[in-house]
Every structure is written in structure tokens, then in C-alpha cells.
């Protein structure tokens, strides 16, 4: 089983790592920028001695990692023809392609009649001041594939909007504007594998971002029947298999504000008795096995 990650001893590839080993399995580590591709002569995908196709039956990813569009497109493709030549990886690359990009993912949600908040896009400044009237002046502004709420803006005022817009639109970013939605300093994070919430937390702080690298603080939560529902149905629709669901509680109910494909689970593993990276290696066996 392996598993590819910029981070061989970060902790989640870490405790991977010791799940596979609890099964009498081999993990092995390996990073995207050591891997070659071959085409019309073998092995077509290796790392050091490893023949990927030839001998692995499964694939953990952990984070792409940054990179230019090159780069990333290169190992996102790697990944398909993996895909295509039978080898099981999870999350799969379609469902990570998907999650990455929050105007993708929103839109599966949101077409498929789950919660989200509302959302507008665009790459034109002033179109975007437009939209920042439209959502009521009070809006959070994301970058397309941000994650761990670097970047996430909240701007209620329409001077500071123009200037972020025109300088975000200087950088060639799209501007990804959301609603506020006001949720009293915490948000909930689901974790699902497979078809079932695992473990769950609600994060809180006394910034309006609830991520635990920011400094919030995780706490153990039950998860409710209809959150746990719309978690996993959200994992469903985009097709990630191991992903870490954010579910903002507003006035008028749950909203989903993101899947991560790639989710780390520290914060959460230090609430929740169940372990994690277990129930991750025994999901991706089970599907070995059907
Ligand atoms: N529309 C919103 N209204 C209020 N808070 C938000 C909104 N969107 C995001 N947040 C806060 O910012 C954090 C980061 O946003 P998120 O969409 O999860 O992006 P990231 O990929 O950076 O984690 C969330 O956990 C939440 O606390
Ligand atoms: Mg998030």
C-alpha cells in the first residue's frame, strides 16, 4: 500500500503508516516529485525501485502540495493513468480535482440539493463589487483551491472590496465571494470514510475562522443523524471516500462551506477515541477486497 505524500513523517503519514503496518502490510512512502512517468516503454510509473502499477494495490494521497499549474496538472495526471490501469487510489483523482476547486465542489453540492451558502465568482473587479452589494455587503472572500482559512478574507467595506478585488484580479485570482454567514465562532467538521461519519468536531475561536491551524480549538462532538446525513451525502456527491466535511451552522439552518480530499485529522484524532488512520487503511482494504 502506498502512500504518497510531500511529508513521509509528517504525523498523518505517520500514523498511515503504523495502520498499515497493524495489517502486515508494507506502506511505502513516496513524494510526487520523485515519481517518473513513462510512456511507451516500462515501468510507466516509478519511484526509486518501486514499479507503481507492478507493486502496489492501493494508494493513500495525502496533500498534492503546491506547485505551477505544470506541476500540478502533472501530478494530477499521474494519478488518473494510475487510475485507469487499475490501481485503487484514494481519494480518487476526479473526487480530489473536485474538492479542491470550491466553485466546483459548491456547485455538485448545491446542484444535488444540499445547503451552501450563497456564492458568487467571478474574474472582473467590477462584476465582483457588484456582487458584493448583492450578498448584502458583509462577505468572505476565499481563494478557488485555498485551505486551512489562509487568505480567507471578511470585507464589509465596498473601498476595501474595490481595492482587494483589483489587486486579487492584478495576481490573475478569481474572486470567490461568499455570504457571511454569522456563526458565533464555531463551525462543525465531519470526517467521512466510505459511507459513514467516523468522528467529528466542533472547532471554536474567537476569530470568525474556525480552523484548527489557525488556533481553534477542537472539541468532541456527537454528531447529529441529519448532519451526519448531509456529510455524508456531500462526500458522496463529489466522490471523495475520505474527506473532511466543514458545516457552518447559520440562522437558518446547516450550510456547507467546503470538502477537504485531502483532510489532516490531528486536531480531531485529539477528541475522538476512535483512530482514525485505522478506520482509513481497514476502508481502503475493504475495497480491495469487493
Ligand atoms: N461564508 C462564511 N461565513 C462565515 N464564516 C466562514 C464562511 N466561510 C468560511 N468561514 C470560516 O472560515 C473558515 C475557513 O473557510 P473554508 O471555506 O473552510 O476554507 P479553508 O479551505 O481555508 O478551510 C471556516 O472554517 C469558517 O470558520
Ligand atoms: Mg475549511
Known amino acids: 500500500m502506498g502512500i504518497m505524500t510531500r511529508d513521509q513523517n509528517g504525523w498523518c503519514s505517520t500514523q498511515l503508516r503504523k495502520a498499515i503496518e497493524k495489517q502486515n502490510i508494507t506502506p511505502i512512502c513516496f513524494d510526487y516529485r520523485e515519481v517518473i512517468g513513462r510512456i511507451n516503454y516500462t515501468p510507466e510509473a516509478s519511484v526509486k525501485k518501486v514499479d507503481i502499477l507492478q507493486d502496489l494495490d492501493a494508494m493513500i494521497t ?7 499549474v505544470e506541476q500540478l496538472l502533472f501530478r494530477m495526471d499521474l494519478l488518473h493513468k494510475l487510475e485507469r490501469h487499475g490501481l485503487l ?30 456564492t458568487a465568482v467571478t474574474e472582473n473587479p467590477d462584476e465582483a463589487l457588484k456582487c458584493f452589494h448583492e450578498l448584502g455587503e458583509d462577505v468572505v472572500v476565499k481563494p478557488l483551491f485555498g485551505s486551512r482559512g489562509l487568505g480567507a478574507t471578511r470585507i464589509t467595506d465596498p473601498d476595501i472590496a474595490t481595492r482587494v478585488f483589483l489587486t486579487i484580479s492584478f495576481y490573475h485570482g478569481v474572486l470567490y465571494l461568499q455570504e457571511f454567514i454569522p456563526h458565533g ?57 475520505v474527506t473532511g466535511v466543514d458545516i457552518i451552522e447559520g440562522p437558518d439552518g446547516p450550510l456547507i462551506i467546503e470538502l477537504n480530499s485531502q483532510p489532516g485529522w490531528k486536531g480531531l484524532q485529539s477528541v475522538t477515541k476512535t483512530n482514525i488512520a485505522d478506520e482509513i487503511v481497514s476502508y481502503v482494504l475493504s475495497e480491495l477486497k469487493s
Open 62 to 68: 495525502r496533500p498534492i502540495a503546491r506547485g505551477s
Open 89 to 118: 487510489i484514494i481519494n480518487p483523482p476526479l473526487s480530489i480535482e473536485r474538492a479542491v476547486n470550491k466553485y466546483c465542489s459548491l456547485n455538485l453540492l448545491q446542484e444535488n440539493g444540499l445547503p451552501v451558502p450563497r
Open 185 to 241: 465562532g464555531s463551525d462543525i467538521r465531519a470526517f467521512v470514510v466510505g459511507d459513514r461519519v467516523v468522528a467529528a468536531m466542533r472547532r471554536t475561536s474567537t476569530n470568525w475562522k474556525t480552523n484548527v491551524s489557525l488556533g481553534a480549538k477542537p472539541l468532541s462532538l456527537n454528531l447529529s443523524e441529519e448532519l451526519e446525513t448531509l456529510a455524508v451525502k456531500a462526500a458522496k456527491v463529489v466522490g471523495c471516500k
